[in-house]
């Protein structure tokens, strides 16, 4: 059964850094695009970063980018997001999922994870 798991979110203060995961099983993680999404309260879910199958090119939206990093262990089966400069208006729950290719459009994505709270505050 394919499955992704999400964690690493946490309270953490402005400024501060997370490194979320997000760890596959029953499926090998490199024959997909990874990507993370994140949906705020009363907010539709946003994508974030993508990580292409393969390769591993990386993609990030203006929101995030010289802030957060995209990157992916084959041998762990693992993506991770490190998240760095982190700022209140990142606060969301923020999910792992995969795809053909890489996009920004949660339609786009079929397998999801459970997601991970992660809260910027003072």
């Known amino acids: 059964q394919a499955l992704l798991v999400e964690s690493g979110g946490g309270l953490v203060q402005p400024g501060g850094s997370l490194r979320l995961s997000c760890a596959a099983s029953?499926?090998?993680?490199?024959?997909?695009?990874t990507g993370w999404f994140r949906q705020a309260p009363g907010k539709e879910r946003e994508g974030i970063s993508c990580i292409t199958r393969g390769a591993g090119s990386t993609y990030y939206k203006n929101s995030v980018k010289g802030r957060f990093t995209i990157s992916r262990d084959n041998a762990k089966n693992t993506v991770y997001l490190q998240m760095n400069s982190l700022k209140p208006e990142d606060t969301a729950v923020y999910y792992c999922a995969t795809s053909r290719q890489c996009s920004y459009s949660a339609p786009d994505f079929g397998s999801w994870g459970q997601g991970t709270q992660v809260t910027v505050s003072a």
């Open positions: 029953g499926f090998t993680l490199d024959y997909y695009a």
